[in-house]
């Protein structure tokens, strides 16, 4: 089984649900920068990605010796791991399994409890869930960390397409606190591999950039990432799109038996009488498994897509609960 979404390779003509992209694809502008400076391809990338963490501490509104560019969340994860070298994480399941990864990848344990735990990390919004800590949550859980010398891993991969604040706005007062963030979500830009994490202890974030591969994140990337933050009405078009598309996407869900967690992101978490991701598999849909989330095989996680691959969606699982006398 996966342990995670996005792998179509070798499947054929799949319509792919398992990965939380935007629908509404790649900018414009970030599209025609790239094509614009595709020469610039053939040189090394800026090891420093100083354009690009300019725009970051513009768009963040954070000094530019908080930011850690990487190639991805995920390259994140691993250099937290190998900086601060856990010997337990306390992560609470249903999470993201990227996190446990890390850990585990550097020597460590992964327990659901805080005892004894020198990391925690937590997804806000939770992936698969969707449903988003409030901040006063999110300082509960920063005292908790803070009142055993433990660090915050504080995923907002997917915050963009919710309207909730983030809480780069707590760096400042808690210096344990990391906050890793993506861009490839929201400008659909996957394959380039593009996130930053934003510390206050600038010393960790010195050490979280030095402890990665030398030129981890690309031209194409650093490229990208500058011409995303520049676009003013992105995130919000895309916000308004989603929650529509959202809405309708769970409102079919329940029609066919299913049971869904209101969640706020531009994913939905459900759970099926059956196992659902084979039979939509055979009929070219792929959904996101759940089992590497802690959860057993009746919960699937799907993306939120247009309004003709939701419709399309749908049908299939009615097809499949029909069939089954549902």
């Not at 090394?44 to 000094?63: E, N, S």
């Not at 994140?217 to 003013?232: F, R």
């Not at 529509?244 to 869904?260: F, P, S, T, V």
């Not at 459900?270 to 084979?278: I, Q, T």
Request: charged share 15%; with cysteine.
């Amino acid at each position: 089984m996966m342990q995670h979404g996005g792998d179509t390779f070798g499947l054929g003509a799949v319509v792919d649900f398992s990965v939380n992209l935007n629908p509404l694809g790649m900018p414009t502008g970030v599209a025609e920068a790239l094509r614009a400076q595709v020469d610039a391809f053939a040189a090394y990338p800026d090891p420093q990605c100083r354009a690009l963490v300019a725009a970051i501490a513009a768009f963040a509104g954070v000094p530019a010796a908080w930011i850690v560019p990487t190639a991805g969340a995920s390259d994140l994860f691993v250099r937290i791991g190998m900086a601060l070298k856990p010997r337990r994480a306390c992560i609470v399941p249903p999470e993201f399994s990227g996190y446990a990864h890390a850990v585990r990848l550097c020597g460590g344990t992964v327990s659901a409890q805080m005892a004894g735990a020198q990391i925690r990390f937590v997804s806000r919004p939770n992936n698969p869930a969707g449903m988003v800590m409030t901040l006063d949550e999110v300082g509960a859980c920063l005292d908790e960390c803070e009142r055993q010398g433990a660090h915050l891993v504080l995923d907002e991969a997917f915050l963009d397409f919710t309207d909730a604040p983030s809480a780069v706005a707590l760096c400042a007062a808690h210096p344990r606190l990391i906050v890793a963030r993506s861009l490839t979500k929201m400008y659909a830009i996957a394959g380039l591999r593009l996130g930053y994490g934003i510390c206050a202890d600038t010393e960790l974030g010195a050490r979280l950039r030095a402890g990665g591969a030398e030129w981890a994140v690309s031209t194409p990337a650093q490229l990208a990432g500058v011409a995303a933050l520049a676009d003013t009405t992105w995130v919000a078009r895309t916000r308004a799109f989603v929650a529509e598309q959202r809405a309708r996407l769970a409102a079919g869900l329940a029609r066919c038996g299913m049971e869904h967690i209101s969640g706020e992101a531009n994913f939905l978490l459900f759970r099926s009488p059956l196992p659902l991701f084979a039979p939509l598999l055979q009929r070219g849909f792929l959904v996101r498994a759940c089992e590497s989330f802690g959860l057993d095989s009746r919960w699937c996680r799907v993306a939120v897509r247009t309004e003709q691959d939701n419709a399309a969606l749908l049908a299939a699982i009615h097809d499949v609960m029909r069939k089954h006398g549902m």
